[in-house]
Each structure stands twice: as structure tokens, then as C-alpha cells.
């Protein structure tokens, strides 16, 4: 199974910082990759989709990139509705496997 | 306007059974992957199984493997997950999800809690 880890685990951050979450799968999945993001209590909500495809409302400040085993989430500008926990998710295979997950605190 | 709706849970001895439904609404599942995805009292989330739009293909997580199944009604534009064998480490949050092969899940239920507990 393919396994994907995340890291930070938490990022203490400001408003207005830049943030960037890693994700890294255990093989290649070329771009098979989304990003969510899940407030607590809240169902998840997906950011991006291929890796770098910005799902439709989500605001511009998100970005992903990467390819084969390495990805990445960037918030150019964090702004209070951001402070949130960000999984990231390969769908290369049929089982899906979830990163531990990111949680995005306020500095 | 798209909407799952997620029923079924509760608190069941470990051993025992539960079925959970996922009701789906503004769109029609019979062309799409559906997944059951959840969420144990503060940890991340974990997928645990999806099946493919006829239903000829159905993949679990490795621990409900045996004990778990999944299974759709088209007609009745729902999703099923039914449990048996339940460990006190199944407890958490289920949710249902609508699952691109392409995209990911875009859009999920709010989920139905299942505690595991004697």
C-alpha cells in the first residue's frame, strides 16, 4: 500500500505569513494527489485536486504543486478562516491512503 | 445542491454489528465512486472502503477487511457500509464521500458517529 506522510505536523504561523505543508508518498503517483482542509466538528473540504488543480470557490491564495513522490500546499497569505488541519490524499490506486495530517495554528 | 446525509450510527458492544446509509441528494451516484472515509475522537482521517459506479469493484483498508462491507442501491441513490465484528478501534466519526477517480472527494457528508464500547 501506498503510504503518504506529511510534515510538519503543526505550524504555528501569523496572519499574512506564507505557509507551506509537504507531502511525500512512499512510491510514485505522479500527480493522483488532493489536498483538504477540515475545521473541527466540520466535514473536510477539498482545496486541490491533481496536485495542482484549484477546486472550484477555493480562494487563490492556495496553491499545490509537486509530482511523482513530492508535494507540496501553499497559503501565499494566511488569513484567519485558514487556521484549520490539511490533509493531503493519493488516489494513484483505488485504496486511498490519507497523510497523518498538518495543523495550521495561530503564532 | 448536492448533499450526503449520513445515519446509522451509534454505540454498539465490541463483537456486534452496525449498518451505516448515506443518502445522497442533487446528483445521481450510479456514475460515480463513492467512498467511506472516517475519523477516530481527535486523530486524522483514515479511508477506509469505496466502490465503483456498478458496484463490481470494492476495496477496503487493510484492518476492516472481513468484517466490513460496502454496497449501493442506485435506484435508491444511497450508499451502505455495513460492520460487523466491531473493535473498540472502529469508534469515530463516519463520513460518506463522493469520490473522483480524477479529483478526489468533493464532496462529503457531515459525518455519523460510531462508538465501540462496553
Known amino acids: 500500500d501506498i503510504q503518504m506522510t506529511q510534515s510538519p505536523s503543526t505550524v504555528s504561523a501569523s496572519v499574512g505569513d506564507r505557509v507551506t505543508i509537504t507531502c511525500r508518498a512512499s512510491?510514485?503517483?505522479?500527480?493522483?494527489l488532493a489536498w483538504y482542509q477540515q475545521k473541527p466538528g466540520k466535514a473536510p473540504k477539498i482545496l486541490i485536486y491533481k496536485a495542482s488543480g484549484l477546486q472550484s470557490g477555493v480562494p487563490s491564495r492556495f496553491s499545490g504543486g509537486g509530482s511523482g513522490t513530492d508535494f507540496t500546499l501553499t497559503i501565499s497569505s494566511l488569513q484567519p478562516d485558514d487556521f484549520a488541519t490539511y490533509y493531503c490524499q493519493h488516489y494513484k490506486t483505488s485504496s486511498r491512503t490519507f497523510g497523518q495530517g498538518t495543523k495550521v495554528e495561530i503564532k | 445542491e448536492v448533499q450526503l446525509v449520513e445515519s446509522g450510527g451509534g454505540l454498539v458492544q465490541p463483537g456486534g454489528s452496525l449498518r451505516l446509509s448515506c443518502a445522497a441528494s442533487g446528483f445521481t451516484i450510479g456514475t460515480y465512486w463513492m467512498s467511506w472515509v472516517r475519523q477516530a475522537p481527535g486523530k486524522g482521517l483514515e479511508w477506509v472502503a469505496n466502490?465503483?459506479?456498478?458496484?463490481?469493484?470494492?476495496n477496503f483498508v487493510d484492518s476492516v477487511k472481513g468484517r466490513f462491507t460496502i454496497s449501493r442501491d442506485n435506484a435508491k441513490n444511497s450508499l451502505s457500509l455495513q460492520m460487523d465484528s466491531l473493535r473498540p478501534e472502529d469508534t469515530g466519526v463516519y463520513f460518506c464521500?463522493?469520490?473522483?477517480?480524477?479529483?478526489?472527494?468533493?464532496?462529503w457528508g457531515l459525518g455519523t458517529l460510531v462508538t465501540v464500547s462496553s
Open positions: 512510491q510514485n503517483i505522479d500527480t493522483w
Open positions: 464521500a463522493r469520490d473522483w477517480p480524477a479529483q478526489g472527494c468533493d464532496y
Open positions: 466502490i465503483k459506479p456498478d458496484g463490481s469493484e470494492k
